[in-house]
């Protein structure tokens, strides 16, 4: 009896629908008499012509289409949403970044399943698209395989070393002049540590991808090797029965969120991390991370937390070779999809470059990337990216200065109203609040514009892997969940803790209680369509922002 979801196109129990069928498969112009013998492999593909994390998957995709060729499968590509963060943000469209995460979820599953494919070659580069994809192979647990982007290039030619575009950038200068340094010069993710990049290294973490693949520059002739081979390994992965829950366990999933710590990723690792895992029926908590950032050093020092690139990562050895640094801290049995194990790849692993991939005895930081932060003012947890904060500011205390808006914040920061150790705290940016939990690396680049990049801020919002400094985010319970961080007035004094893991404000629970009986939710205004939607049935941050 054969295993292929794909044999019901042609042997449904209706065999006028079946030859029906067969005519539309002709229509399309496949041998159907080839076709039944061999599996349908589909390739997910986030190609989009607006965005250069995205822009070259067309070609990969050619090349995955000539492996599963070669290999003896077919395939059908369809495309999904591939949201550009940068252009999203710091306008209406940010609220619908992370939203689309669950969406491109849905919509893999739903059209994989409805057209009876056989296993999945999934092709993505950027923030949200990377565990949207994820969550949707989990939920499929079909024979299935990702293939990175893989990082792009930033325009470098100002600086003598890598150096990150914020960092590089002339805030006080003229934006045209120096905008230069600002910009992508190949195609690929953004070449940072941000989620793009933190999403394509834990890939090799979970067994996903080709090992060694995922850091390979979107622009390099290997990436094109490399498509070529997961083609042709996907058609494997089908006649091996090997499936996606095999790889991702809750074993693999323990070992990402050690290495979300080492490689110093985005904070939104924190929230798409448990949506991957919860999609493959697994377990991530708060309590995950809270323990990974106690056990495992931050390992790399990758822009925005230091001065290399993610191609000077790949250069150095790439992540089987943090892998093999690390593998004392990580469950080195768990498979992967070159039908080995963890331990396989870093016996096979080389470090080329002790600088960008040091010993563990010699981090970049002794803790964690990120830091749990929880208190009064965090009862459910928030988290700050610690390894791309100062030293000096680890821990801070100051008066609040509150916003319940982006550009209400923007506005006072013009006005001057924003002073060095104040606190702002910016609300009603959760999953709910926003609604959509927009990122706030609009007001944070404006914060290092105002000579403030010292400032504090505390959000139920999240930010950009290119955010750095005392930034904590994802606070929970949120505002629009009456969390007191919605009760927070001016010159209440907060301290952040970044050091002992506390976020405290200093407001009683009498006077708390006082606040909320003349306290009203802030409503922002979506009108009526999918946002509405979504703020109806999306969980809180500390849960993954996962829609019921």
Excluded at 17 to 45: C, H, Q, S, V, W
Excluded at 376 to 382: H, I, Q, R, V
Excluded at 435 to 451: C, I, S
């Amino acid at each position: 009896m054969s295993n292929k979801n794909s044999d019901i196109i042609f042997s449904s129990p209706n065999k006028l629908i079946n030859t029906f069928r067969n005519g539309l498969m002709k229509g399309a112009g496949y041998d159907t008499g080839e076709l039944k013998k061999k599996p349908l492999i589909a390739i997910a593909n986030s190609h989009t012509e607006m965005t250069a994390g995205h822009n070259h998957l067309a070609k990969l995709a050619d090349k995955v289409k000539e492996g599963i060729l070669i290999e003896g499968g077919e395939y059908a590509e369809f495309n999904v949403p591939a949201p550009c963060d940068g252009i999203a943000m710091a306008h209406d469209g940010m609220r619908y970044v992370l939203a689309q995460r669950d969406l491109i979820a849905d919509i893999v599953e739903t059209h994989v399943r409805s057209q009876a494919f056989d296993a999945v070659v999934f092709i993505a580069g950027c923030d949200k698209i990377n565990p949207g994809m994820m969550m949707a192979m989990g939920r499929l647990d079909l024979p299935s395989i990702y293939l990175s982007g893989g990082p792009g290039q930033m325009n470098i030619r100002h600086a003598p070393a890598f150096t990150s575009s914020i960092d590089h950038f002339d805030y006080g200068g003229d934006p045209e002049a120096t905008y230069e340094t600002m910009h992508c010069s190949t195609c690929g993710a953004c070449e940072i540590m941000g989620t793009a990049n933190t999403f394509q290294c834990l890939a090799e973490v979970l067994g996903i991808c080709l090992p060694g693949s995922a850091n390979i520059p979107g622009w390099h002739s290997d990436k094109l090797k490399a498509a070529r081979a997961t083609g042709r390994r996907v058609v494997q992965l089908f006649h091996e029965n090997m499936n996606a829950r095999q790889f991702l366990t809750q074993e693999s999933l323990e070992n990402a969120a050690k290495m979300l710590m080492a490689i110093g990723g985005s904070t939104n690792g924190t929230l798409h991390l448990p949506a991957i895992a919860e999609s493959a029926g697994a377990t991530l908590t708060l309590e995950h991370f809270e323990r990974a950032s106690k056990e495992v050093p931050t390992l790399l020092a990758i822009s925005p937390n230091g001065p290399w690139g993610v191609q000077d990562l790949w250069a150095a050895g790439g992540m089987p070779a943090v892998l093999k640094v690390m593998q004392q801290d990580i469950n080195t049995s768990t498979l992967t999809v070159d039908g080995g194990t963890l331990q396989d790849v870093i016996d096979s692993a080389t470090i080329t470059n002790t600088n960008v991939i040091p010993a563990r005895k010699n981090p970049h930081r002794p803790n964690g990337g990120i830091a749990v932060l929880r208190g009064n003012l965090a009862a459910d947890g928030s988290v700050v990216k610690r390894s791309g904060v100062k030293e000096d500011m680890l821990q801070c205390k100051g008066p609040a200065i509150c916003f319940d808006s982006e550009d209400a914040a923007l506005e006072g920061l013009e006005q001057g109203r924003i002073k060095a150790g104040d606190i702002v705290v910016l609300r009603y940016q959760g999953p709910k609040g926003g609604p959509g939990m927009p990122e706030m690396l609009g007001f944070t680049l404006a914060l290092k514009a105002a000579g403030l990049a010292a400032t504090a801020l505390v959000t139920d919002g999240r930010f950009s892997g290119a955010t750095s400094g005392p930034c904590v985010g994802h606070v929970c319970p949120e505002a629009a969940d009456g969390g007191l961080i919605a009760l927070i007035k001016d010159g209440d004094l907060i301290e952040i803790d970044m050091l002992n893991g506390t976020l405290h404000a200093d407001v009683t629970e009498a006077e708390a209680a006082r606040r909320r009986i003349d306290w009203q939710p802030v409503i922002k205004d979506v009108g009526f369509g999918y946002m509405d939607r979504y703020r109806r049935h999306v969980r809180s941050a500390s849960e993954g922002a996962i829609l019921d």
